[in-house]
């Protein structure tokens, strides 16, 4: 079992920055490959980033690509994504996302726990 708990949301201004956490409970983190996802009101769950546990590979969707990074430090079983030059189409609740699997770790259907969520809104 896996517990997620994300943190860092907010609202700000487009343009603005955050850097989202999440933080993982359990002894083997570093086994499982961790996810970004946004649901926005009335839209379905979309990816955003992931990363693999296996060296380290990271995936974005293109509407974040150059603007968002993910990364992980597992002695402190944490996953971040860091957010730059913010959208108002950014606005959405964000999840983080745990998925024992390795490869490409674009679809929801991949991953086996999910956090709460946090929301992000950007204001124009």
């Known amino acids: 079992q896996v517990q997620l708990v994300e943190s860092g949301g907010g609202l700000v201004q487009a343009g603005a920055s955050l850097r989202l956490s999440c933080a993982a409970s359990?002894?083997?983190?570093?086994?499982?490959?961790m996810g970004w996802f946004r649901q926005a009101p009335g839209k379905e769950r979309e990816f955003v980033a992931a990363i693999s546990w296996i060296g380290g590979n990271t995936y974005y969707a293109d509407s974040v690509k150059g603007r968002f990074t993910i990364s992980r430090d597992n002695a402190k079983n944490t996953v971040y994504l860091q957010m730059n030059s913010l959208k108002p189409e950014d606005t959405a609740v964000y999840y983080c996302?745990?998925?024992?699997?390795?490869?490409?770790?674009?679809?929801?259907?991949?991953?086996?726990?999910w956090g709460q969520g946090t929301q992000v809104t950007v204001s124009s």
């Open positions: 359990g002894r083997t983190f570093s086994r499982y490959s």
């Open positions: 996302a745990a998925s024992t699997g390795i490869v490409k770790l674009t679809t929801s259907v991949q991953y086996d726990y």
